[in-house]
């Protein structure tokens, strides 16, 4: 069965470091977001994305976050400055279509900044 | 905004018994999606199941069911006969039926789950 998968899964940097989040969703799929969960508290919605550009995002999101489809394949997050507040596990998912399509996690990447 | 809570942080059951994972909403929206995802230590979430507003019956997934109140804002899981497997953490979440409000989901809180033998 098809899944979106996720690199690295665990990713330490000092703060103030430039991370990119690395994602494959699931091929057929147009849809594509990120989410992140600080340890212990809710998991939050980022920002959403389709046909190459953001359809959607949350005040978090803000412009040291960006996000980029580099090819057919890959799907990034980019966090340009860490900041300790940014520790946290990072899920990308993917949907078909938009509306009443199911959205399809990863396994989430660890970010770790120190 | 939409917020949703799920009260019990930690619940368990015991092997082939029936445990009911709470999930409250709250939405001035007439048009919207519950789920319920599960969370297993693999950390990848899976749909369990998903409500929409505008349907009356309860959804059911084999063992999984929900129990949908629109006017209560209420929408809690059942799992019967529970397994070892179905340990983990599951999370309550909304999502707007309209496009314009886009298609992020809100999450609860979470119930971790233990299933004992």
């Known amino acids: 069965e098809p899944e979106v998968t996720q690199t690295p899964s665990h990713q330490v940097t000092q703060m103030g470091q430039e991370v990119i989040l690395r994602c494959v969703p699931i091929s057929n799929h147009l849809y594509f977001y990120w989410y992140r969960q600080i340890l212990g508290q809710k998991v939050e919605f980022l920002v959403s994305?389709?046909?190459?550009?953001?359809?959607?995002k949350s005040e978090i999101f803000d412009d040291q976050f960006s996000v980029e489809r580099p090819d057919g394949s890959n799907f990034t997050l980019k966090i340009r400055s860490t900041k300790l507040e940014d520790s946290a596990m990072y899920f990308c998912?993917?949907?078909?279509?938009?509306?009443?399509?199911?959205?399809?996690f990863g396994p989430g990447t660890r970010l770790t900044v120190t | 905004a939409q917020t949703v809570t799920q009260s019990q942080p930690e619940m368990s059951v015991q092997e082939a018994e029936t445990v009911t994972l709470s999930c409250t909403y709250d939405?001035?929206?007439?048009?919207?999606?519950l789920f319920w995802y599960k969370q297993p230590p693999s950390r990848q979430m899976i749909l369990v199941i998903r409500q929409e507003a505008y349907k009356q019956q309860n959804a059911t997934e084999n063992r999984f069911s929900v129990n949908f109140q629109k006017a209560a804002k209420s929408f809690s899981l059942k799992i019967s006969d529970s397994q070892l497997g179905d340990a983990a953490m599951y999370f309550c979440a909304y999502r707007s039926g309209y496009e314009t409000s886009g298609s992020r989901l809100t999450f609860g809180e979470g119930t971790q789950l233990t299933v004992n033998p």
């Open positions: 939405t001035s929206e007439s048009d919207y999606y």
């Open positions: 994305f389709y046909n190459n550009e953001i359809s959607e």
């Open positions: 998912a993917s949907s078909e279509g938009d509306g009443t399509y199911e959205q399809y």
